[in-house]
């Protein structure tokens, strides 16, 4: 079946400090990965995506890169800021329709 | 800019009554899709449509639970005799489809609608 794993929080960083968010997949087929953010008081909102192995999604000084091998898709940011500080979801959409979520890792950054 | 709203923002209801929610999609937008969302987890996919057309529905949508979207543009999302299990966040999102089954589109949520249920 399809599932997406993600790293338990919560996560605490000072400012500048790296960051690092896992994500695990299951997956029949070749899926699309994304990495979704939701700010407090907000919407889930999408932040970056890769739509096959080897490609690199990034946006806002995130990255992440397809890993068809370890079925990864993990989140990196080299220096976090205060307004960094969400919750974060990787998902999965197999075939471009439905889409799997993780459970969310909540990012707080501390000045 | 006009994303993707929904209404009511907060419902609370007694146990045992029907409630409705509404989404409207970004206006271009052929796909809609809802979402169930508890404290804690993620977003779990419920249903999609394409245009008016209801494509899947999750084993999680009982028959207590209907959504339509007539004219392909607005939808509803009915629950009938709800339950305190109900309680969640529902959230619609939209999305333009470039190709007729798959796509990687990306969609694009609405801020959701609180169900309390007592």
């Known amino acids: 079946g399809n599932s997406v794993t993600q790293m338990e929080g919560p996560v605490t960083l000072s400012e500048e400090a790296f960051l690092t968010i896992n994500c695990t997949y299951t997956a029949t087929g070749y899926p699309s990965l994304f990495w979704y953010v939701q700010y407090p008081g907000e919407g889930l909102q999408l932040l970056l995506k890769?739509?096959?192995?080897?490609d690199k999604g990034s946006n806002k000084g995130f990255e992440a890169t397809y890993r068809k091998e370890t079925t990864s898709f993990h989140l990196e940011k080299g220096s976090v800021q205060v307004s960094d500080s969400a919750v974060y979801f990787c998902a999965l959409s197999p075939e471009g329709n439905q889409f799997y979520f993780g459970t969310g890792t909540s990012l707080t950054v501390i000045p | 800019d006009t994303g993707v709203s929904q209404d009511p923002r907060h419902k609370i209801t007694k146990r045992g009554q029907n409630v409705t929610f509404r989404c409207d999609p970004i206006?271009?937008?052929?796909?809609l899709y809802w979402y169930r969302q508890t404290l804690g987890q993620g977003p779990e996919f419920l249903t999609y449509f394409q245009n008016e057309a209801q494509l899947e529905k999750s084993r999680l949508l009982s028959d207590r639970f209907s959504a339509e979207r007539p004219k392909g543009s607005f939808s509803t999302l009915e629950i009938q005799r709800t339950e305190q299990g109900d309680s969640a966040m529902y959230l619609c999102?939209?999305?333009?489809?470039?190709?007729?089954?798959?796509?990687?589109?990306?969609?694009?949520f609405g801020p959701g609608t609180r169900l309390t249920v007592l």
């Open positions: 999102a939209s999305s333009l489809a470039h190709r007729s089954l798959t796509s990687t589109d990306t969609q694009y």
């Open positions: 206006s271009e937008h052929n796909r």
């Open positions: 890769a739509t096959k192995a080897d």
